[in-house]
């Protein structure tokens, strides 16, 4: 797999002084809480008031490649103290980054958050958990997370999908595939393009694995105004259900996107902004050792208002029972 020449967009001092002003300024009023409700309704206006360097930073995704790199905030690595064993234990820690990345995310569009998912957190933290090491998860270490669409089983997914660097003492890659890279025969496409299978909820989804409605059946993939999009879960994906054509045809687009895949290695204070209607996204295997030295990214889900790259269909869809929460309500 090769090292991604990944499109960089670099912050000047200024732009990076305004942002952490910002977030250390919203932090400081609401008591250092990152989930602070009031903290999270100041947040458009702060926002709205970063100025024209961070608003080019986060233009949308503007090459085939699908993704980006916002690179210049710092991050002190004694500072953030150890990485957490697991989310829930992360409390406030890195609170800072985790509000830099929500006013990221709001320049860029909607925040959103899972009431089944962290706790309903708007910034997640992700780091290697003991007893997950092998699931499919951002828990997990020792096996590779296979690339895949962010939340795929819910019409209410994500259009983008922010990665935070707070930590990455081993390089630890991020792999990323975009669909508008890759190429199918006219064939495939068509029967990739029919709602043939599932998606079912990931392990991270516990309440949702167990709802008893009819899982509904979604394309792989679909032609957006701008370009072919996919919706891809392959761990979470009942292939055996499909014919033996469909099932041809799903592996040789899961051939080819990882021809296409490449290595993102993320640096302390990168922030990787990936477009989960073209991208898939996933992570190699590594060796945790628990000892607070570990990888350790902040998440963050958007959503763009106004944007058309999904089927109609999908808004017949019960999202086995999940909601997602936005962080702004009009």
């Known amino acids: 797999m090769p ?22 300024h919203l932090l400081s009023a609401h008591g250092g809480d990152p989930r602070s409700e009031a903290l999270v309704r100041e947040v458009p206006a702060a926002a709205a008031a970063l100025g024209a360097g961070i608003r080019d930073a986060c233009r949308p995704v503007d090459t085939s490649a699908g993704l980006y790199v916002v690179r210049g905030i710092p991050v002190d690595d004694e500072a953030i103290g150890p990485t957490p064993d697991h989310w829930s234990t992360a409390a406030a820690s890195g609170a800072v980054y985790d509000v830099a990345l929500l006013l990221l995310a709001t320049v860029m569009g909607t925040p959103i958050a899972w009431e089944g998912q962290q706790d309903g957190r708007f910034v997640h933290n992700i780091v290697p958990s003991p007893g997950h090491e092998e699931e499919q998860t951002g828990a997990s270490s020792s096996v590779l997370l296979s690339p895949h669409t962010e939340d795929a089983f ?28 890759a ?31 009819t899982p509904p059946l979604v394309p792989t993939l679909w032609q957006s105004p701008d370009g072919p999009t996919l919706r891809f879960d392959p761990a979470y994906t009942p292939l055996d259900q499909a014919s033996e054509e469909h099932r041809a045809a799903y592996h040789r687009l899961s051939d080819e996107l990882a021809r296409v ?25 590594f ?4 000892d607070g030295t570990d990888r350790w990214l902040k998440r963050a889900s958007v959503r763009v208002p106004g944007r058309r790259t999904r089927p109609p269909a999908e808004a017949a869809e019960h999202g086995y029972g999940q909601a997602a929460l936005e962080a702004f309500t009009s």
């Open 183 to 213: 190429e199918l025969p006219s064939g495939d496409v068509e029967l990739l393009s029919s709602p043939a299978l599932p998606i079912l909820p990931d392990d991270a989804y516990a309440e949702a694995r167990s709802y008893a409605g």
């Open 3 to 24: 090292t991604a020449v990944t499109p960089v967009r670099q912050l000047d001092p200024h732009a990076v002084h305004e942002l952490t002003e910002a977030a250390q």
């Open 154 to 181: 819910h019409p209410g997914r994500a259009h983008l999908l922010i990665l935070g660097c707070m930590r990455n003492h081993d390089s630890v890659a991020t792999t990323a595939a975009s669909i508008r890279q």
């Open 287 to 290: 060796k945790a050792r628990y």
């Open 261 to 285: 895949s490449v290595a993102v290695s993320l640096e302390p204070g990168d922030v990787l902004v990936v477009d989960n209607d073209l991208v898939v996204h996933g992570r190699v295997p």
